[in-house]
């Protein structure tokens, strides 16, 4: 059974930091690339970054180059997304998604979902 599990949403100041984890199992983590993507209330749903399965070749988004960094440790099935100097505009619900093989922030292109985990940045 495929299960991708998010966890470490929490509320903090505006330039705190976070770590969020995503926990795999199921699927061979090695194989698959790792997309993090939020969705902030009233807004779609947009790729934040991801990391290749090929590579570990990182690819993020305008708005989080420099602050958000993504890494992966195959032997314990999990992905981290470490966010530092957070916004208020970061405030989202944080998802995790596998694909297999290599690709980019494209939502379509994943099919293994977790539920989410919310990030609250205070001003």
């Known amino acids: 059974q495929v299960q991708v599990v998010e966890s470490g949403g929490d509320l903090v100041q505006h330039g705190g930091s976070l770590t969020l984890s995503c926990v795999t199992s199921?699927?061979?983590?090695?194989?698959?690339?790792i997309g993090w993507f939020r969705q902030a209330p009233g807004k779609e749903r947009e790729g934040v970054g991801c990391?290749?399965?090929?590579?570990?070749?990182?690819n993020y988004v305008d708005s989080v180059k420099g602050r958000l960094t993504i890494s992966r440790d195959n032997a314990k099935n999990t992905v981290y997304l470490q966010m530092n100097n957070l916004k208020p505009e970061d405030t989202a619900v944080y998802y995790c998604a596998a694909a297999e093989g290599s690709h980019g922030i494209t939502a379509s292109e994943f099919h293994y979902w977790g539920q989410g985990t919310q990030v609250t940045v205070s001003s």
């Open positions: 990391i290749s399965s090929s590579d570990n070749r990182t």
């Open positions: 199921g699927f061979t983590l090695d194989y698959h690339t």
